[in-house]
């Protein structure tokens, strides 16, 4: 049951990242900072998958409920950072221009980044990618807990 559990988390985790890399590469909507952030707690799950099918152990299912609550909590900051809850990295968001010489204001523009982490670039039922995977990611987290909570059949 354990190594079920195991894999199947891991399943969802490749899926997510493989829904990023969909939207990255066929849908022509780069990642910002945070969403590679939210991409790295995916690849400790995967891995944690992997590995769970071959040594289901609970310390393997507890390092993937680590990687998917990373996952989870980066998308739930990343929610604030587009909804202006808060404020983003610097090097994503773009700050308070009040105060700034011509030239700060012109090193601003010139030195921002590509892609905005404080713009939603999709989204669908009134929640973000950002805010989906911070959804499903805490979905992810709950079957992790089930695996380290199940016999290891």
């Not at 992997?50 to 310390?59: D, E, F, S």
Request: net charge positive.
């Amino acid at each position: 049951m354990r190594r079920t559990l195991m894999l199947l988390a891991g399943a969802g985790s490749a899926a997510l990242l493989l829904a990023a890399f969909g939207f990255q590469f066929l849908g022509g909507m780069p990642p910002c900072k945070l969403c590679y952030w939210q991409r790295y707690g995916h690849g400790l799950a995967i891995a944690a998958g992997v590995l769970g099918a071959l040594v289901p152990q609970r310390w393997v299912a507890g390092f993937g409920a680590l990687g998917a609550a990373f996952s989870s909590g980066t998308g739930i900051y990343h929610t604030g950072v587009e909804r202006g809850w808060w404020e983003g990295p610097t090097s994503c968001t773009s700050g308070s221009i009040s105060g700034l010489s011509t030239e700060e204001l012109m090193n601003q523009v010139m030195n921002a980044p590509l892609v905005r982490c404080d713009e939603v670039p999709w989204e669908m039922l009134g929640l973000s990618m950002a805010s989906w995977n911070a959804v499903a990611s805490a979905v992810l987290v709950a079957l992790w807990i089930a695996a380290m909570l199940a016999p290891r059949r």
